[in-house]
């Protein structure tokens, strides 16, 4: 699949894994991980991007935990609207993009975030725009955190296949994202594999 047609598919998913389906499943055992690793590795002042933020239940339970400069991208035109009904609080005070964060985040200035975070959304981007990995860098001023499927041995050199997720209809690029973002510049803090996802965080430079 090439990476318009990817990210279209995205932009205009309805159903399972749009922003409705995750409104209605809201915060998770991630959305509580993230509060956790926040609390201990940055603050509640901190500025904080969501990459891939759907309506967003994990900044909405960021937001109840304390964090309240919140900034969240997703390519889903649905997104927003959802999440003012879902969680309006979260709407009315956060900052919110829409579009695909190849197009959004080299709009940022450097050191933009003190936190980025993303979960289940790099795992999507396509080989061919590998290079907004080091955009993530860039505007990343403390700590970036990747929540990604890295296959069932993230750490054991097996996650450079290509599997397909979401029903079929969308690739899924496995990576490990300790080499991919050590090999940026950023020292890894954290490795917590789990299933599916594989919870890391990064210090920038």
């Known amino acids: 699949m090439d990476p318009s047609r990817n990210r279209r598919g995205w932009a205009e998913r ?4 749009s922003p409705t389906y995750y409104a209605e499943l809201g915060p998770n055992k991630v959305s509580n991980s993230l509060v956790t690793l926040l609390d201990h ?6 500025s904080i991007l969501e990459l891939g933020c759907s309506s967003g239940r994990h900044l909405a339970h960021l937001r109840e935990n304390g964090f309240d400069d ?6 889903n035109d649905d997104a927003f609207d959802v999440m ?24 940022f200035p450097d050191d933009a975030f003190d936190v980025v975070y993303s979960v289940e959304t790099l795992q999507h981007v396509h ?49 490990n994202w300790g080499t ?6 950023l020292e890894q803090l954290l490795s917590k594999p789990g299933k599916p996802d594989t919870i890391r965080a990064f210090a920038t430079p």
């Open 41 to 46: 590795y940055s603050s509640t002042d901190a």
């Open 70 to 75: 919140l900034t969240g991208i997703d390519i």
């Open 180 to 185: 991919i973002f050590t090999e940026r510049g």
């Open 84 to 107: 003012a009904d879902a969680f309006p609080a979260l709407a009315d005070g956060g900052t919110f993009h829409t579009g695909a964060i190849e197009d959004l985040v080299p709009e």
């Open 127 to 175: 080989p061919d725009d590998e290079w907004v990995f080091d955009e993530l860098v860039r505007v990343a001023g403390d700590l970036l955190v990747t929540v990604e499927n890295e296959g069932p041995d993230p750490d054991g050199g097996k996650t450079d296949e290509t599997i397909t997720s979401v029903k079929g209809e969308f690739p899924m690029y496995r990576r």
């Open 14 to 17: 309805t159903g399972e894994f």
